[in-house]
């Protein structure tokens, strides 16, 4: 993080006037460092977590939320690329896009907000940072702590014999010998629901798919999905939107939330009808 804000201000103090080569391609470079450690973390923290890995994830949560904000609400280095934005026709088609791509996810991300409303932008994206990892740590927890314990391989009929095999390791890992154990993956439908021949398995696997979050224990999300989701309703209108799916929605292809409940309603009746097919 520090060598990419000491490489964006060294763009920022260039005196020169902006450039394609002297603003955009070192701010391209600046965060390949970063980027590459963090695609080894979170790939990590994803596949193979312990408390050590959650720890440094809930602690550099916010830290990486105001690194970002650093960067994108820094009115020198938005100015430097308007600049370069404005020129943009003379540039190779490739490089043109590459300007209008940091210029729009700047202007997104607030840095064409006063001082003012960027204080409480960092502030939000700081405290939504923390709120979903601390959500997505939880939910992680309790799949952890409602995955199904079988103890005989016969009510696991109509598993492969490879995903009968993972489900002996997966128990064998938390000391179960003998047993076995089926994680709870996303979504909320789990795979092995369209193979278990055994009703009561997949009843069971259906209702600890369910219940992730939702207990009342430790690691109940509800309370964070809601402090996350007045956060993010603060953030769009400071950000001059009406809700968080306009935020999300406009630098997507669909370009609007209704644009996605229309093509939606268009896909509904002939998905209902496929689904009676194939019941």
């Keep these: 993080m520090a060598a990419q804000r000491a490489a964006v201000a060294a763009i920022v103090d260039n005196p020169e006037p902006a450039t394609f080569d002297n603003t955009v391609v ?30 440094v994830r809930a602690e550099y949560a916010p830290r990486l939320a105001a690194h970002e904000d650093a960067i994108r609400l820094d009115p020198a280095l938005y100015a430097r690329l308007e600049a370069v934005h404005a020129g943009r026709e003379g540039l190779e088609p490739e490089a043109r896009y590459l300007v209008e791509r940091h210029v729009t996810e700047l202007r997104l991300a607030g840095a064409a907000l006063e001082e003012a409303d960027k204080q409480r932008l960092r502030e939000l994206n700081e405290r939504i940072s923390a709120q979903e990892t601390a959500f997505e740590l939880a ?16 009510e696991l009929d109509g598993l492969t014999p490879g995903e009968v095999s993972a ?73 001059g939107f009406a809700n968080h799916a306009e935020v999300v929605t406009a630098d997507n292809t669909a370009g609007t939330p209704a644009a996605v409940r229309s093509m939606l309603e268009r896909l509904a009746a002939p998905a209902a009808a496929n689904a009676r097919r194939e019941h």
């Design 26 to 55: 070192p701010l391209e470079l600046s965060g390949v460092a970063l980027a590459r450690v963090l695609r080894v973390f979170w790939n990590k923290a994803g596949a193979d977590s312990n408390d050590q890995v959650d720890a």
């Design 139 to 154: 939910l992680q927890a309790d799949s952890n702590d409602l995955a199904l314990v079988v103890d005989d391989a016969a």
């Design 167 to 239: 489900a002996a390791a997966a128990a064998q890992a938390r000391g179960l010998d003998g047993k076995y154990l089926l994680t709870l993956v996303l979504p909320t439908a789990h795979p092995h629901l369209a193979s278990l021949t055994d009703r009561d398995v997949r009843r069971r696997l259906s209702a600890a798919q369910r219940a992730r979050g939702s207990r009342g224990n430790e690691h109940d999300t509800r309370a964070l999905a809601l402090d996350v989701l007045r956060l993010r309703a603060e953030r769009a209108r400071l950000l």
